[in-house]
């Protein structure tokens, strides 16, 4: 009985240290998280408004002149906007010019999320030592998959099917 008393704190302990290392990290517990995830997988990716800049956008590259007569901008992260206490989205990535009204005509942009994470982590090496780091953030995220056009008769974004050429 004292033995199965003793192993069963010992495993009790060892499990704990086994999280502890590994991260103790809370996102699979948090309903933000899942909600992140969601966002991530149905609204993110990329956005375009007009197919035809976006493809001479991609062709010619920063800072030279498009068909219409305008210089192409590349900006890398615009937009940023809290959504939850954990969760953000930014437009990255974005392809725009000034028009001769001095109006800022956005080409395409990626819809990203990120999703702040709390935790233990061990951090460091060898050779800088070992600390714990509390909080996290992960990177921006974005379906890949995803790609949405602007459609002007219904002032919305289509997704376009994969299967789509």
């Not at 192993?7 to 990290?25: D, H, K, Q």
């Not at 068909?67 to 990535?93: M, P, T």
């Not at 800022?104 to 990120?114: A, E, M, P, R, T």
């Amino acid at each position: 009985m004292r033995i199965n008393a003793i192993s069963g704190i010992f495993g009790i302990l060892a499990i704990t240290i086994m999280f502890l290392v590994s991260g103790c990290n809370t996102q699979f517990f948090d309903p933000q998280y899942y909600e992140f995830r969601k966002l991530k997988n149905d609204t993110s990716g990329l956005y375009v408004f007009n197919e035809e800049l976006y493809k001479e956008a991609r062709k010619i590259g920063e800072g030279k002149i498009l068909q219409n007569g305008h210089k192409l901008i590349y900006e890398y992260e615009v937009d940023i906007v809290k959504i939850d206490s954990r969760i953000e989205s930014a437009k990255r990535f974005m392809y725009s010019y000034i028009d001769e009204n001095e109006q800022k005509n956005i080409i395409s942009y990626y819809l990203c999320y990120n999703y702040y994470t709390y935790g233990l982590w061990l951090a460091g090496d060898e050779g800088g030592g070992f600390r714990l780091k509390v909080g996290d953030k992960s990177v921006f995220l974005w379906n890949e998959d995803n790609v949405f056009y602007y459609d002007k008769k219904t002032d919305t974004f289509i997704k376009k099917d994969n299967n789509d050429k």
